[in-house]
């Protein structure tokens, strides 16, 4: 495997776009019609598809995945020094916090938020 890539289904890819901006303190690596991609770290991308364009590929086969926004199905978690940064940052641009920072019972310190389309990020403090 060379590289890997997770896609988040989006109501809105330029509002999408400039949350995840902020959030990672980080510009996109591509950002075209239909697709936003932000590097993570060395072969591992997150990136941003419309809805509407992820349900014209994906035709009348599944439900529409605007009918799934909001419900949380995955979480992206993300491993960072500064994990009270972060998520202070990801309020101040239109985040929910759903669980603030603390220890959790598999070893780490993590807090949960949710982004413009109600996908679930885990802010975890490295130690």
Not at 15 to 20: D, H, M, R
Request: aromatic share 8%.
């Amino acid at each position: 495997m060379k590289e890997v890539l997770f896609i988040l289904y989006v109501a809105n890819q330029e509002k999408s776009k400039l949350f995840y901006q902020k959030l990672l303190d980080s510009s996109p690596s591509l950002d075209v019609p239909g697709m936003t991609e932000f590097t993570l770290v060395d072969g591992v991308k997150l990136g941003l598809m419309p809805e509407i364009g992820i349900a014209k590929i994906l035709t009348d086969k599944t439900p529409h995945p605007k009918l799934g926004s909001g419900i949380p199905r995955c979480e992206l978690y993300l491993k960072v020094k500064n994990a009270e940064e972060y998520i202070k940052r990801g309020i101040l641009i239109g985040g929910k916090e759903i669980s603030s920072l603390k220890d959790r019972d598999w070893g780490d310190k993590v807090a949960y938020l949710s982004d413009l389309d109600g996908h679930i990020i885990a802010i975890a403090e490295i130690i």
